[in-house]
């Protein structure tokens, strides 16, 4: 599983020239699944996405969590995390996971993130969505369960 976990002033996801998930600051967050991944490594990459502290504290050291600054995530689905460019140009997806596997595990941390945090919005799985941010640094991570 990957998280592509970007802080944001603010960010946006538009599905048929509608907003469907909107935040104000908080994480934009690309998750990209494979077919080993399990209920278990969600579990770990949301506690540890949770628990970053990124945000800037008083004394402007990246030492605030999500929490403690009232932020919100924005949960958007993207099997393009797991493309395989090392042979020609055009990128193969074959690591991507199942399209069942990944939507039900992208619902299952939609679920767990809203047990945690009260401003969870999100895209839509397997849609052409338009997605806005303003990314507040630029401050990006990339979460990887292989390297946790």
């Known amino acids: 599983m990957k998280f592509v976990i970007q802080r944001v002033s603010h960010a946006s996801v538009t599905v048929d020239q509608k907003i469907i998930g909107e935040i104000g600051r908080g994480f934009l967050v690309l998750i990209g699944v494979c077919d080993t991944d399990t209920k278990e490594i969600a579990d770990k990459m949301i506690r ?45 997806f074959i690591r991507a ?9 992208y619902t299952y941390v939609i679920q767990k993130c809203r047990e945690k945090n009260s401003h969870v919005a999100t895209g839509e799985f397997g849609a052409d969505m338009k997605v806005q941010l303003l990314n507040d640094g630029p401050f990006t991570i990339i979460l990887d369960s292989d390297e946790l």
């Open 97 to 105: 996971g199942a399209p069942d596997l990944a939507d039900d595990l």
């Open 48 to 92: 540890k996405m949770l628990g970053l502290r990124i945000f800037e504290d008083a004394d402007g050291k990246t030492n605030l969590s999500l929490d403690a600054v009232d932020g919100g995530l924005l949960l958007v689905s993207q099997f393009t995390l797991y493309a395989d460019c090392r042979k020609g140009n055009r990128p193969s």
